[in-house]
């Protein structure tokens, strides 16, 4: 399950783990205008863990999900 929310200056999409075994805590993307942030908790440290993308690197990422092994690079970057 996820949803999506609209803020002022972001665009927020939470991903909750659904099924079963072992959960992972959600997942939030926050998208802005120059970069995109993904947070999850991390129970273990009793912290919240942020990875801060680029835009170049979030386009780089959707398009290495869709590719099958190998090395690549994108044209007009």
Request: charged share 30%; proline share 3%.
């Amino acid at each position: 399950m996820f949803s999506i929310e609209h803020d002022f200056d972001a665009t927020v999409v939470t991903l909750v783990d659904e099924g079963t075994g072992r959960l992972q805590e959600d997942v939030i993307v926050h998208g802005f205008e120059d970069c995109v942030t993904v947070e999850q908790y991390d129970p273990r440290t009793d912290r919240v863990q942020r990875v801060t993308l680029s835009i170049t690197q979030m386009r780089d990422l959707a398009a290495a999900l869709r590719l099958p092994e190998g090395v690549y690079t994108r044209k007009g970057q």
